[in-house]
């Protein structure tokens, strides 16, 4: 079949052939042979017969393909290659006719185009999912008082609940960096041919239609060098394993004794080889540490299209290992995320303890004198002040007496204790999106209802018109 | 001011300050304080003529800055403490009362988001400009033939509009990208206060609004914790860089002797300091060597934030010196690739010549095979074995007998020589998004229409009420 | 064994569990195994019929591996937890003493440390290879003359040899960067126990001597925390990748009938699925392609150790895919070039031709006037002129008139079609280093010296002592 | 001076200029044109009068350029053609002699092999004294007890000194690696000229002697189409940023409320805009910031040098941002890891509580078993059950009963309490490298040792035979 004279080396053939990662392109394959068999029944090149002849081969192909007993053969390069071998084994000469105005070019990227939508559209499923934990995991917590921190040090109190939606609204925007995938998925590839379009007038839009897809795209040299939409799954995956890293780093915080405001459940924890008393959360750990796993795949396949001239090159092979095991390693992640917040339990107390810590409420300190006119910069200074003597003299705020305000500023007066006994510092934040009670639940609700709204997206059913 | 007894350690200060970027946001702290000023006398934290005074402040600070005598001092840390203190040296302790209500940490996220959505909505502006250089080349060129190329070998034959165009549609999803980035940044921070939200009853969508937001963050905690609409731009920045380094290469490698396809303007070349007879296409090199220089801007920032707990870290501060480089890489690139473009000139003959390459119509033979009935893998096959013949005997395939054709396939007869010299494979190219030339000139009108409806989106213009 | 009461959850175990990749440090695990059971013997922990049943226990345990026979659990996490799992079942309760001062924080450190250990001896033995074939290459083809590129513009003719020894070199240095990894790996971790030492006085340099190591860790703290040496691997291997790709590229350049200097033999080729005359160079596509896949390994695995705080932490589980994968494509990459080398075909006449354009002897010309007293940069700037007279008028060098070189320069004359007839051009690069024929012979012998002195290091044997 | 009639474009001119980074080498540049010059006279191209004017004028242009007076002009390329052009003003004609037998190509290799040469000597001056300060931090905590941590949690006790030592190790190896880049720089590329040698016999080695060089690039094509250096320089960077992000996370850590180990002096801490009683640790967290941000330019230029042809591209241009930025931000994150460490105060009480977790005796308690002859597998599991009894009950270890520690195990007898309430879990990690204070001493020796021999690696002084 090739015009040479020599077999591969087998150095190369190791190098080259990609049947060991492709084969999961499977599915794809099969269905758009389907797609496209049909198209070109309709376009004259096949008869009736000749189509239903190679519908029924890609059928035995795909059962095979399932149920395991598909024979690959040590020579099949890649899994276009292998079906097609397979397929006319199957049904005899007819099967070389599939191959008729395509290319493996246009044929790969609708592969990976296929693949790339359908695992967007379930990585948005995989979200919402996670989101429906987060917002459960708020509600069950909402009035627990904890310190909201910057720098890592105690800043303000906030509730549980109002941290926890923190990332209610990562994985929202997530959600809409996945969708944007499928919009860039949306044009079908396939019809290119090798990169100039074909000899044949085919109907490239019924292929779209069979497919899924929602047209085509508008020129055949970008159809066959373009993986845009692989590097922007690898993207939105980036930035959505750095938010799970995010919630990693804080539960793996959170677990620590000295924290000590949360615990992984048992069947998320491991212990060690050495010391028994030891409850490790590796789940929050792994959680943490496949973020730069998946940055790199971006890196990398962005390095392997910078400077390639166009159109199709080899390089391009590189594009799947990639994207595989940045959609594996997502979804795993989001699995285990959405399962260790459904476990994990929070201490109260501990939370309380650490939300009660008097310096917190500095910031209102200095708003009370605001709202006594003192210009807010100033009160600031005062209320340092006011700081720095408690700690030089190892007391509380509260500790301090009234002459002690006093030499610090005359708009000081009890109502200074008020504000730091009556702990209600966390129901002042009264502003849009704050802390306070009565603005979580507003919160809440929104969440709800985007959640609500967000309809899942199609996935692949493998053969949108059987 | 602050609770500390020791000043800052000389290296501390340098590590820790961000004046010598971040000053760069001067003009969207102002107009957010101007917005936020407005704000707080709606709210009645200010009375009207505290609005004014600070007002009329905020317009002396930023001629200041305009001028370039705004006077900075040693001790300036960042840009927002830099304001506020001219400001207050300005107008009096009135200038003390503008922090009320806001922190730096909404502060600074909501003066990057503003930076980013200005600098996103130009790139999209500066994208269009170049889609419209392309396409004016393409028009130029509609008509002259050149080898396409995979794995850099020629492939089939095209035409250079077509191949052109292919960068067109490059550009079209990069523009895509950067208006998902103005969706990134349509929400106000500005509010969420240190974190937790502020004790005022602020107006949170009346400072959107004024600041041409959409809408504000739903949740104080993520408001200062988000840097994604950062990763997003550098993402969309890498991409886009990335096809800007094809084009480049592509340039570099038509600019060799051996290739001889163009020719950049002088006025885009450079010299040699020893080789006086040197015309090296260094700006089509520096586009082909800035796209890992973004792409690291994206890694890099994407480092600094996985792991990081809740809310704000210092290291967010990390933020800006990779979001300004890639603005001004891309930006810089995007000028001068249409530069570049506008000044090249093609070589049709030499274009021409290498397109007529007689071993890439071997995809027609074939086809002419299939017409006549033979499947396409077995009509692939008997290609092959011509091209070895016409190889291995040093000969072209047109110099091919009748007899040799015959002992291949029996279907081969007097039009294969008419299939090798009519040069009219570009033409059986129809398939839609095809080079046929009726297919190319379909894609131009298409191409023009997707022009003519893109609307340049707003840019910031420091003060949308004024 | 633990002290949990619940099960792990699946989700939980799929994501912890390292079995699937980590069981190819079994061969290093069981040689750790039995040195430490040794050293334990001396230590007085066992007694001699202890350490003869656990010995032959790992020894049964080995070819039980080595066979593809070891059964394997689900619940085997880890490699180190099924090896002592199988070895208690072989040799009973005894098994168990084996984890005596031991953890598997350190004992994972060493399994690694003598995985990179052993494939960087490995990668060395690979490129003094690869370094052979170049000189091999280089001796076929000392003096065909090529032009030299900057910018990928003709720049000075040189010898195909001397543009090929450029690769001996970059290898020769990458050999070196893999000593340096050996140097990295010289200090035994096992005997650091979970972190802090054991409570046993171990013999831990009696180990290391057993395995191969120089020396053992000063810090245990640091021995467990610290994946240093596989950064260290993965950026040789990045720095070794990035010459191998472009290498690659510029196979894949001069490959392209434009260049058309060489040829890779068919059995390092592939065609095409639709396009029955193509021959396209994957092999080198690929070579070139694998360069970011590597880089992106030691940015992955820089990034999971960014901001860990010590010791021990799961998410350092994570350095062995980074590592594996790069060692094997490494190691693939290495022998492809070697084999794809080996039987290339160059184009002595192509070189020929395009070393003979005239432009290229400008430099001589220039240096022609500087040895008659014109200063170099006056001197460039008159064959400027002339080659801008020659390029306007269409004509080569040698068609200008000795009136129009007397316009230029009073000391041009008729030395100067000499310079230009002569081709002497190459041999007049006498410098050290240069490409004049005398200094490449010199060169050559220099590379024969280093390689016949470069030891092969020593590689793991599984058991020193043995 | 060139054979272009048209002038460059502004845009392409502010994308080709490098002078504004690359005037950093002018030390550098001034140095190598001072060895050039005087080989050219040795070589008989330069006469003593022509020398003794370039030296002068070369003497001239230095003092302008530390004074700030050098003008630079707008049309300046790079720092090499302003050197010349100013060069050539002051000294007249000759001037233009200096760039014979020298090329742009390798006096920028050699410009910047001299400034990684003279930086890899100062990051290793700069790793000797930080080590010395950690040595000194160490010596004055020797003995006081910490928990040790893996996974976060409580693991077993160390002193605080052993804990800080593993940060001299990480540094040890740190300096190691930059010392391998003084190696990687030894050979100087000078003589090259544009690629193929020049056409004088010119003496490389006396060059290079001249400029501290150990030898001579061995391969023209080679030195003026490597880069590697700077590639190793940025892989030490990198991973010694990240030993510098593990102390800044430690020092994050250990400064929450929670932990409370450590506070950083007023003089490295900052307060907040709106929370009066905040004392950021600004500089830990952005020692842990600024390891993306290195790596991130490795990746970069690994990236630029990906695939690119032999030999000089203006892509390599790209070089020195990434390698300027890199030492700047290297230099003062060890400056201010110094500094920081030195201002630094633990707190011995919450130290020594957390170390005094009766749970992180588990290993010891187990060990306990292991010296009764109970296999240490076993021990560990009996071990993991107590604790399990211990923790449902609310309990500590110590606060369970003889009969349910034998319900457990009949080894464990009054000694169990011994072992709890002794605290000599630290002194009984006896082996080599274990946190024992006398294993702690010896390690003290040992590193004041490594110290002592660390000669600091001579640097640059812009002219060593002056």
New interface residues.
């Given amino acids: ?9 087998p ?2 053939a ?3 052939a990609s049947i060991s990662f492709d084969r999961r392109l499977a599915p794809y394959d099969v269905a758009q042979s389907r797609a496209h068999a049909r198209m070109l029944e309709r376009a004259g ?1 096949l008869d009736e017969e000749e189509l239903a002849s190679l519908l029924g081969g890609l059928d035995s192909v795909q059962e095979e393909l399932e149920s395991g007993s598909f024979p690959f053969l040590p020579d099949d390069e890649d899994i ?2 292998a079906v ?1 071998r397979r397929l ?1 084994e199957i049904v005899g ?13 246009d ?1 790969v990227a609708t592969d990976v185009a296929l693949f790339t939508r359908d695992h967007a559209a379930r990585t948005v499923a995989d979200l919402r999912a996670l989101q429906a934990a987060v917002l459960e995991l708020a509600e069950r917590h909402i009035d627990w008082p904890m310190p ?11 509730y549980l609940a ?2 926890v ?2 990332y ?3 994985f929202e ?1 997530d959600a ?2 996945f969708e ?1 995938v499928l ?2 998925t949306a044009l079908l590839p396939l ?12 109907d ?2 019924f292929v779209a239609e069979q497919l899924g897809f929602e047209g ?11 993986r ?1 939409f692989v ?2 799954y690898l ?1 939105a995956a ?2 959505c394993a ?1 938010h799970l ?2 919630l ?3 539960i ?2 959170w ?6 405001f949360c615990e992984v ?19 929050a ?2 959680l ?6 998946v ?24 594009d799947k290992e ?1 994207l595989f095991d940045a959609v594996d390693t997502l979804a ?2 989001l ?2 995320a959405r ?2 917040l459904t ?1 994990i339990s929070f201490r109260q107390e501990r939370l309380a303890a ?1 939300a009660s ?1 008097e ?2 409420a ?6 009370l004198l ?1 709202r006594r006119g003192v ?4 009160s ?9 003597e408690a ?1 030089q003299s190892g007391r509380k705020l509260s500790e301090l007496t009234r002459e002690e305000l006093e030499r610090h500023s005359d708009a000081l007066d009890g109502e200074f204790y008020e504000v730091l006994s009556q702990r209600s510092w ?1 129901e ?9 009670l009565a ?1 979580v639940r507003e ?1 809440l609700a ?2 709800h209802d985007k959640l609500a709204v967000a309809a899942a997206p199609a996935r692949f059913n493998g053969d949108q018109s059987a």
């Fill in positions: 079949m090739s015009r040479f004279s020599q077999p591969q080396d150095i190369f190791q190098l080259n090149v276009h290659m097609e006319t000469a007819v099967g070389g006719k599939l191959h008729t105005a395509r290319s493996r070019n044929q909201g921190y910057t720098h890592l040090q105690r800043a303000q109190p906030i109002h941290h939606l923190a209610f609204w990562m925007r809409r960096r944007h919009e860039a019809g290119a041919g090798a990169l100039a379009g074909v000899n044949f007038a085919t490239r839009r085509v795209m508008p020129n055949s040299v970008d159809a066959v060098s373009n845009d590097l922007d993207a980036t930035t750095t890293s995010r990693g780093a804080e793996v915080l677990s620590s004794e000295e924290f000590g459940s048992d069947a998320w924890a491991s212990g060690s080889s050495i010391m028994p008393q030891k409850k490790n959360p590796d789940a750990e792994l943490r540490a496949k973020a730069p796993r940055a790199a795949h971006f890196a990398a396949l962005a390095g392997v299209m910078h400077g390639l001239p166009l159109t199709y090159n080899k390089d391009m092979q590189e990639h795993l992640c699995a285990a399962g260790m476990g650490a810590d310096l917190i500095a910031t209102d300190v200095a708003d605001v210009p807010f910069r100033q600031h200074g005062v209320v340092a002040g006011l700081v720095r700690v966390l002042s934040k009264v502003s849009e999106g704050g802390t306070a603005r919160q929104y969440a």
